[in-house]
């Protein structure tokens, strides 16, 4: 059984980036913690941020963004080995592939397949088991047999948990 798990939000940091350089052209601090529900950015700066999201991946090199937990490889790999595969499964498209395979190499990240679903319904796709931190995908899940391990986001801590929705705060709580 392979394991989906999530790009954005789940392995990268790509959060801070985009915060990183919006904070820079308004002149003001702004935090993850502010992001308190998931289309937080583009209602406060406009629905150009998620194709700002795209273009991040293809104008920062692999180094700039940091995976969310440092032992990512080590991790990866357990997670791996226990659900006998992981694919990276990420709304990205075609035109992300290569930044997107670059910086998983970078940063060593253990895994079979890069699946770019685009705007396909991850909750489609024939996994049974899935790492992520988009509180939508819950709720499309929630009444499935389908198993999420909800990666704990300011913007996802209104979620309820059941059986198949499990928070995590950290990959290794899924070898748990
Ligand atoms: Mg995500």
Not at 17 to 41: H, R
Request: proline share 4%; net charge negative; hydrophobic share 40%.
């Amino acid at each position: 059984m392979t394991i989906a798990v999530d790009l954005d939000g789940t392995l990268a940091n790509i959060y801070s980036v985009v915060l990183a350089e919006v904070s820079a052209e308004i002149g003001e601090t702004l935090t993850p913690n502010l992001m308190t529900y998931y289309d937080w950015l583009p209602d406060a700066f406009g629905e150009g941020m998620f194709q700002r999201f795209s273009e991040f991946w293809t104008r920062y090199s692999a180094e700039c963004v940091e995976p969310i937990e440092r032992d990512v490889e080590v991790l990866t790999r357990r997670i791996r080995s226990r659900y006998g595969g992981l694919d990276i499964v990420t709304q990205h498209t075609e035109l992300e592939r290569k930044n997107i395979t670059e910086w998983l190499q970078h940063w060593n990240v253990q895994y079979d397949n890069l699946v770019l679903c685009g705007l396909q319904d991850k909750s489609k796709l024939p996994y049974i088991c899935y790492i992520d931190d988009n509180p939508f995908l819950a709720e499309k899940l929630r009444n499935s047999a389908k198993v999420l391990y909800l990666y704990d986001q300011p913007w996802n801590r209104l979620t309820p948990g059941k059986w198949n929705i499990r928070r995590v705060h950290c990959l290794r709580e899924v070898l748990d």
